[in-house]
Protein backbone atom coordinates (compact mmCIF):
# COMPACT_ATOMS: atom_id res chain seq x y z
CA UNK A 1 0.00 0.00 0.00
CA UNK A 2 1.05 3.57 -0.77
CA UNK A 3 1.78 6.27 1.86
CA UNK A 4 1.58 9.84 1.93
CA UNK A 5 2.15 11.84 4.40
CA UNK A 6 0.17 14.67 5.14
CA UNK A 7 0.39 18.08 7.82
CA UNK A 8 -2.26 19.26 9.49
CA UNK A 9 -2.29 22.76 10.84
CA UNK A 10 -1.84 22.77 14.84
CA UNK A 11 -5.39 24.75 15.16
CA UNK A 12 -7.58 21.63 13.53
CA UNK A 13 -6.08 18.95 16.24
CA UNK A 14 -8.48 19.61 18.59
CA UNK A 15 -11.47 19.38 16.23
CA UNK A 16 -9.36 15.60 14.80
CA UNK A 17 -8.81 14.54 18.27
CA UNK A 18 -12.69 15.14 19.28
CA UNK A 19 -13.37 13.48 15.96
CA UNK A 20 -10.89 10.56 16.27
CA UNK A 21 -13.34 9.66 20.20
CA UNK A 22 -16.74 10.25 18.02
CA UNK A 23 -15.45 7.53 15.20
CA UNK A 24 -13.32 5.34 17.50
CA UNK A 25 -10.53 5.88 14.29
CA UNK A 26 -7.02 5.04 15.97
CA UNK A 27 -4.93 7.70 14.24
CA UNK A 28 -4.95 10.72 12.44
CA UNK A 29 -4.28 9.13 8.93
CA UNK A 30 -7.22 6.88 9.85
CA UNK A 31 -9.68 9.65 10.50
CA UNK A 32 -8.50 11.18 7.00
CA UNK A 33 -9.53 7.74 5.46
CA UNK A 34 -12.93 7.97 7.14
CA UNK A 35 -13.18 11.48 6.15
CA UNK A 36 -12.42 11.14 2.59
CA UNK A 37 -14.55 8.13 1.95
CA UNK A 38 -17.36 9.43 2.92
CA UNK A 39 -17.31 13.09 2.19
CA UNK A 40 -14.90 13.15 -0.69
CA UNK A 41 -16.86 12.81 -3.55
CA UNK A 42 -19.60 15.62 -1.84
CA UNK A 43 -16.84 17.54 -1.71
CA UNK A 44 -15.50 17.52 -5.82
CA UNK A 45 -19.37 17.76 -6.56
CA UNK A 46 -20.39 21.08 -4.02
CA UNK A 47 -16.68 22.42 -4.29
CA UNK A 48 -17.72 25.51 -7.28
CA UNK A 49 -21.15 26.71 -6.84
CA UNK A 50 -21.33 25.66 -11.15
CA UNK A 51 -20.97 22.18 -10.25
CA UNK A 52 -23.77 21.97 -7.50
CA UNK A 53 -27.27 20.99 -8.91
CA UNK A 54 -29.01 22.38 -6.44
CA UNK A 55 -28.00 25.93 -7.87
CA UNK A 56 -30.31 28.05 -9.75
CA UNK A 57 -29.06 30.25 -12.46
CA UNK A 58 -29.06 33.64 -11.33
CA UNK A 59 -31.47 36.24 -13.32
CA UNK A 60 -30.90 39.72 -11.79
CA UNK A 61 -34.17 41.51 -11.64
CA UNK A 62 -33.97 45.81 -11.77
CA UNK A 63 -35.28 47.05 -7.92
CA UNK A 64 -37.86 48.82 -8.39
CA UNK A 65 -37.80 52.50 -6.88
CA UNK A 66 -40.61 53.33 -4.70
CA UNK A 67 -41.31 56.86 -3.24
CA UNK A 68 -41.79 56.85 0.55
CA UNK A 69 -43.25 59.44 2.21
CA UNK A 70 -41.85 60.66 5.71
CA UNK A 71 -44.56 60.57 8.36
CA UNK A 72 -46.10 63.43 10.75
CA UNK A 73 -46.01 62.48 14.24
CA UNK A 74 -48.59 64.47 16.40
CA UNK A 75 -47.66 64.87 19.91
CA UNK A 76 -49.68 62.85 22.65
CA UNK A 77 -50.71 64.75 25.82
CA UNK A 78 -51.29 63.01 28.94
Not at 46 to 51: F, L, R, S, V, Y
Request: some cysteine; glycine content about 4%; hydrophobic content about 45%.
Amino acid sequence: MAQTRAVMPSKFVPLADELLAATGASDYSTLIGILLSRYGKHLLNTWEIANCPQAAPLNPQPIAQTSIAPETFTPMEF
